[in-house]
């Protein structure tokens, strides 16, 4: 059973910056493509970023290209989500996720992903 943690959430003003963590446990986590996603009061949840299991693909939202940064560290079993210039429409519970290393059709796509943590709060203040 693999559990995904997540930590460094938040109260920060607009233009400062966050890092976002997720801890994993419980699996091979070098193996697993790892995704953020955020979820805003009253809106669905939707896509931040993601990186395939190597880190060497990195895939990001139109909404944080320029301003976040996701990496993963497999020997810490760690992945990352550096967020700059934060905005208050970045205001969200943070989730990450992590997929099994089979195919994958849409890394964007949420139903791709097999386990996810429990989120963490961030809100931007104007």
């Known amino acids: 059973q693999v559990q995904l943690v997540e930590s460094g959430g938040g109260l920060v003003q607009a233009g400062g910056s966050l890092r976002l963590s997720c801890a994993a446990s419980g699996g091979t986590f070098r193996t697993y493509t790892m995704g953020w996603f955020r979820q805003a009061p009253g809106k669905e949840r939707e896509f931040v970023a993601a990186i395939n299991w190597s880190g060497g693909g990195t895939y990001y939202a139109d909404s944080g290209k320029g301003r976040f940064t996701i990496s993963k560290d497999n020997v810490k079993n760690t992945m990352y989500l550096q967020m700059n210039s934060l905005k208050p429409e970045d205001t969200a519970v943070y989730y990450c996720?992590?997929?099994?290393?089979?195919?994958?059709?849409?890394?964007?796509?949420?139903?791709?992903?097999?386990?996810w943590g429990q989120g963490t709060q961030i809100t931007v203040s104007s």
């Open positions: 996720a992590a997929k099994f290393p089979t195919t994958i059709r849409n890394i964007r796509d949420q139903d791709e992903y097999d386990y």
